[in-house]
């Protein structure tokens, strides 16, 4: 007898989960070979396998920004390799007990070489390398290392800088805004670098700054640019990750930044520039050496010169004599005789951080923990 | 002063979402219901809103696809909570979390697109006037729309005899049901209806707030609406004063950090939440009046047959 009440949809509903359940597990295991529920990869292989790599994603590959980037990398690695190597990724990957799973997960499923694109990955990354000594693995933007775990960077503070230079052309007010996310040295970098920029050209610019406390929140993005266009702000530049300041930033006649990758088509009447990072020369190095053992624990920053960071699709707008400082300034990265933290840098307080003449070494740029004079606000503490 | 101006404008801009969910929510609670799947709704809702915005040009259609959303799932949620009498906050939960995988799934291929450019809004003379012009009148239709709805839900609920027997319902189901009333099909008939609205609230978050679309766009702002009409006890005045004391706050501690205040922005981000709670609750702090206004059959299951 068919009634329609909670016990009978309560036993119909346990039939058709376990039923779905079980489909999907039976079609899980022929349509996904590569996912062995056994550890290691078969020992027996009748021709060569091939070489398995992963990449854990912090955000959807879908937001035009970080993520995007990274796996416009790796697709680049399956071009180049072709068929010897096997590419996967998980995204949307919350930093925390979970990645470790993840993680862990990947390295069982025989991938010889893990990136993790995420500073808050790095205790769940240090923790599995331990456990897996043959698989080798690499972390974005962190610091600790390990025989199977090395770091990897870009100059996000060089793209930072030129858009500095063509903020600083550009502004009417004086003004710029620059919408942060957390209180860590590479953001402190970048706010740094992108005053130090815009002064290079024009002395008497500000900057204001607004923390929005996450990588990636739209509405609030939108917020706090809005805030900071209401408080005289007239180019902003951000380092989360989605589009949001930008379309802010159009809707109220001003101008912006697109971060991470091309936004250039985001809003093309505030676009000035992109600041893009570009990964493919790194992952294909890093993936080679694995491949042929030349693989060793070391720490690579890229940045403008290995092509790694450019600020792209520069308007038709901006005036001819910024294009001009910018294109110099890019040629001194280039050659490696700029660099962007040379002396005398004063912080707000005026104390000399850096003295005149000095160029800045790697372990001064990791500890960066002030702002420069002209950005206005007090750091908050903690991270 | 210009400033303030602008901070205004902010604050009736953010509040509205909030002001319009709180509202839907309010009516489903002066029914009886519970409605803790807020969140999910207005997920569902802002990317139905944003697909329907992108592939049709018009905002509308993209409110009313989001009003179709959001009726939708709380349909489902109705059905399950009134007829098969299930836990009203388990359901609840589960609708919220049921929404923001669902909304993540089918809105995979639209995150990073653009909608069509829009022109500013503004009411053709008032927006003239020097502080109150763009203050006040440079808003997007909606916004005035959750006003007058604040009206029209004062009228329904209080002047009209469906929002009397609405409120029976809410009180005492089983008065109600001895009268004659079709207790169950009027709480779907509230529970629908405000699915509704939250699920316009979602809309304009994506289609004219942010506009944009990404997984979790809402970011919470159901689960406050919620609490904003508990801690405006149920009456739909402080519900939109509440939405947007929340909303002004939150542009204000934007505004504070940008001019440079040195308290951390920690604290500052916490103050939108706190500054809601204790206004609200200083405001509401009479337990007489607290009993007077919250529905007494509120979260419990109604059976007719008792």
Redesign the interface.
Known sequence: MLTFNKRSLLRWGGFACLASAAALVGCGKKEEPAKPAAQAAPAAAPKAEPFKAAWVYVGPVGDAGWTYAHDVGRKAVEAEFGDKVKTTFVEKVPEGADAERVIRDLAAQGNKIIFATSFGFMEQMVKVASEFPDVRFEHATGYKTAPNLRIYDAKFYEDAYLAGVVAGSVTKTNTLGFVASFPIPEVLRNINAFTLGAQSVNPKVKTKVVWVSSWFDPPKESEAAQSMINGGADVLLQNTDSSAVLQTAEKNGKFAFGWDSDMSTVAPKAHLASCVVIWDGYYKKAVKEAMDGSWKTERTVWGVKEGQNALAKIADFVPEAAKKKVDEVKAGMKAGTFEVFTGPIHGTDGKEMLAKGVMADQGWKDKVDFYVKGVEGKIPSGK | MN?IA??IA?TLA?GTPLAIAGMGLLLNEKAGVLNLGAEGMMLVAAIAGFAAAFTTGSDTLAFLAGAAAGGLLAAAFGALVIW???NQYATGLAVSLFGYGFSAFVG??F??K?LA?RS?FEVPLLADIPLLGPALFKQHPMVYLAIGLMFALIWFLYRSRAGLVLRAIGESPESAHALGYKVRWIRLGAVIAGGALCGVAGAF?SVV????W??G?V?GRGWIALALTTFATWRPVRVLLGAYLFGGV??LQ??L??????????LL?MLPYLATIVVLALISRNPAWIRINMPASLGKSFHPGT
């Open positions: 400033e602008l901070l902010a953010s098969l009498n299930t995979v291929e995150v990073g653009k450019e500013a978050l707030y942010a506009p944009l990404v997984e766009l970011a939150t542009m934007f505004a950090q940008g001019a440079g205040v040195d308290v951390s922005s920690q981000a």
